[in-house]
């Protein structure tokens, strides 16, 4: 009962204690003339995504931000990735680092958790927190706004958190108590039964000060990170603990009660308190030094003003959400800026107030007129997230451009990222995906980055002779199951990446590199198999795969690895650089058709293998990961928008919303967010590095976006409703459109796109001219 009472009184409280919040102003006029102006942040949802498989953290972060203070339950499963499950019903601690919505753990770097009597020093488990530092919770005593989360724990300790860029504020409001204390394990970390600590050290600078870093080998294999925490008051004692025993000086020779180093350290700031006493700690985090860690706090928050930090932060989101305002339901509006929210979440920020950063040489480079950013999860954000970027972010694209240029300067092998996280190759996923990145943003007039530099980058890395089969795909026209694995996704995928390499070297006048790029996008064709009717692996002397079967996920039991997360019947749909080319291979746009339906109302199984094996689907038709993204409108190709409107929104409704368990996959670093938003305007990018997006059907009234030039873009869709989903007609900046097709140089200056919808099926974009 004392728990609950305690429990009652501060969620009671919490709306006063959030109410500092209220003076985030607007920083720019509303695009709609609307008559009342609210807050966007409060639309914002930091549940959403974190129970079931989004892997979301609900902590506060800034727009793409180094620090994400958040709550840590579990760091062992890889379907906890971002560290918190909205299912769990314990906390071990809270963390200074989250990666979102990805399908791998890592980070979680400096775990503090607040103890009452005698402290603990390992997490117990979720069977048994009494075993550990783990604490119960409850649901009905925790809450999350932007820049803010808070939650009571069991021992009576209300946790409150909020970020700035590379630093944040623990808030910790104690019991009487006299064994209260802060402990912090820099053993921690979101490991998945995999990665491991290597080493780490810890500094008691003084009675308020600690500094600190570990040495993670983990999803990179060599990954730096130091803190600097400052605490609001004086410890009246602290403990160094270094492999579960005291840190002190035994008799033999000296050892520092200060100062310890070893793979596994806690640190235990000791404190008698009295009722509703707060106790702040102050934490800044860098990838370069203790140093640098201690200016980024210093320099972001010189002060122990919670409410400051959590009002900053606020205005940081509001002006980024304003870049776009529409007109919908309260659920429509939370779904939209949540999902803008979690866009602008990552890449993030990677150096220090001073530019400094570790880079991928693991020396310490300055940046030099751009901003160093790092978490490139490009198999997924090439998609979506950054042709998004191109319209609402060009300065921060660019800039994301830059760094993947130094890593490509700091690369052995003179390679463009894969997938990099905080100054580390991963090598997760296929592809060369930064070459999408790249040319998408060269061909939609971003210009902030060396255009020559960045052309032979992605040439270089296309070429290089050791990298997963490039070369037998440049040299056989495509890439053998016996030779390497996920061979068929690696041919579509690099014959696309290949594309994208060939229309920049048209934009730059180099003939003879755009015919071998755009022949070897064509490749794709040399895996199709006519008697079949899919793609289909091929070894090293041109013989299918025997036994296959298009609906076996990765390739079935027997030749799991062919196909990257997928079967064939979604993989064989990838080639949105040529889906004329597509279609013709399938035998024209009726039979083209007929295979589409075919995704969507398979009732076969699919086995994943994994427990989330039919979130996400429509048949088989797959949403909750990346490679059916564009699928949908591939409709709108054949000839029949009215089936790709059908779908969408069907999918919208039924694969988002404003609830813990609204996404149906990994967010992946904003790809599924960056989709919905996409695909609510009504159009969608399904072919980045070319000029033009394909139309589907937008499905909310009014949308109005702020680009990053500063002009407006206007989507308007008259009469929708539930049942009238269907594009009747469609003006673009006047003119009547009625090709399903979408030039980005008709909205690059701003513009307007009206709608009109109706409940049937229309003529409208049945007779599409494809762009070449």
């Known amino acids: 009962m004392k728990f609950q009472a305690i429990q009652l009184l501060f969620f009671l409280g919490i709306s006063a204690v959030f109410g500092f919040a209220k003076d985030a102003k607007p920083t720019s006029k509303p695009i709609l003339n609307q008559k009342t102006q609210v807050r966007l942040v409060d639309y914002i949802k930091p549940f959403v995504g974190t129970k079931g498989e989004g892997n979301t953290y609900p902590g506060p972060s800034t727009p793409f931000g180094m620090a994400q203070f958040g709550p840590d339950t579990e760091n062992s499963l890889w379907a906890t990735a971002s560290g918190y499950d909205y299912r769990d019903t314990s906390i071990m601690g809270f963390s200074c680092t989250h990666l979102s919505g990805t399908g791998i753990p890592d980070l979680g770097d400096f775990l503090f958790m607040p103890q009452t009597g005698d402290p603990k020093f390992v997490p117990g488990s979720k069977e048994d927190p009494d075993s550990g530092y783990r604490q119960r919770y409850s649901h009905d005593n925790e809450s999350a706004y932007c820049g803010y ?451 969507f109302t398979y009732k076969g199984k699919v086995s994943t293998g994994e427990d989330n094996e039919d979130e996400g689907r429509i048949g088989e038709y797959w949403h909750g990961n990346e490679p059916s993204h564009h699928i949908i409108y591939l409709y709108s190709y054949a000839g029949q928008p009215s089936k790709a409107a059908q779908r969408i929104h069907e999918v919208i409704r039924s694969q988002y919303g404003n609830r813990p368990d609204s996404l149906s996959g990994n967010d992946d670093c904003g790809q599924m967010s960056a989709w919905y938003i996409f695909s609510v305007m009504g159009f969608y990018p399904v072919c980045p590095g070319s000029s033009h997006y394909t139309i589907g059907s937008p499905c909310l009234p009014k949308v109005a976006m702020r680009l990053g030039n500063g002009k407006d873009l206007v989507i308007q869709a008259n009469g929708l409703s539930e049942k009238n989903i269907y594009v009747q007609s469609l003006k673009v900046n006047g003119k009547d459109w009625n090709n399903p097709f979408l030039p980005h140089n008709e909205i690059k200056d701003g513009g307007k796109l009206v709608f009109t919808m109706g409940p049937k099926p229309s003529k409208w974009g049945t007779a599409p001219v494809i762009p070449d």
């Open 149 to 599: 989360y808070q939650v009571m724990l069991e021992n009576g300790v209300n946790v409150e958190l909020t970020a700035a860029d590379r630093s944040g504020i623990m808030r910790f409001t104690f019991p009487t108590s006299d064994q209260a204390s802060i402990m912090t394990d820099l053993h921690h970390q979101l490991h998945g039964k995999r990665f491991k600590i290597i080493w780490s050290h810890l500094r008691v600078e003084d009675s308020q000060t600690v500094t600190g870093f570990h040495l993670v080998n983990g999803w990179g294999k060599e990954r730096y990170i130091y803190f600097a925490a400052k605490y609001s008051r004086p410890f009246d004692d602290h403990l160094i603990m270094a492999d579960g025993k005291p840190h002190i000086y035994d008799t033999y020779r000296f050892r520092s009660r200060n100062e310890a180093s070893g793979q596994n350290l806690q640190f235990l700031a000791k404190y008698k308190t009295k009722k509703d006493e707060v106790i702040q700690v102050k934490i800044g985090i860098s990838p370069v030094g203790a140093n640098n860690a201690m200016m980024n706090l210093d320099a972001e928050i010189p002060h122990w003003d919670f409410k400051k930090v959590v009002a900053q932060t606020q205005e940081k989101w509001e002006k980024e959400l304003q870049m776009a305002e529409i007109e919908g339901s309260l659920k429509e509006k939370e779904t939209f800026y949540t999902a803008l929210y979690h866009a602008f979440l990552t890449p993030n920020v990677y150096q220090d107030i001073n530019g400094e950063f570790r880079g991928l040489d693991y020396n310490i480079h300055k940046a030099q007129g751009y901003t160093r950013y790092s978490v490139f999860s490009l198999w997924d954000t090439y998609r979506a997230t950054h042709p998004l970027f191109n319209l609402l972010q060009p300065k921060r694209n660019a800039d994301m451009i830059n760094s993947m240029l130094t890593h490509y300067d700091q690369s052995v092998d003179k390679l463009l990222p894969v997938w990099e996280l905080n100054g580390n190759e991963t090598w997760c996923m296929i592809g060369y995906h930064a070459v999408p990145v790249i040319v998408d943003a060269y061909i939609k007039g971003i210009s902030e980055f060396d255009s020559i530099r960045a052309y032979e980058a992605i040439k270089t890395t296309a070429m290089n002779p050791d990298y997963d089969s490039v070369a037998t795909f440049a040299k056989i026209g495509y890439v053998p199951f016996d030779k390497e694995n996920e061979s068929l996704s690696k041919t579509l995928e690099y014959a696309f990446d290949d594309y994208c390499i060939a229309q920049m070297a048209k934009a730059l006048g180099k003939t003879e590199d755009y015919n071998y790029f755009m022949k070897r996008a064509g490749n794709y064709k040399n895996i199709f198999d006519p008697s079949t009717g899919w793609m289909r692996p091929k070894d090293s002397n041109g013989n299918w795969r025997t036994p296959f079967d298009p609906h076996d996920y990765g390739g079935g039991a027997a030749n799991f690895g062919d196909i990257t997360e997928g079967t064939s019947a979604q993989y064989s749909w990838y080639v949105p650089h040529d889906v004329p080319g597509l279609i013709s291979l399938m035998d024209g746009k009726d039979a083209f058709i007929k295979r589409l339906d075919e995704l």
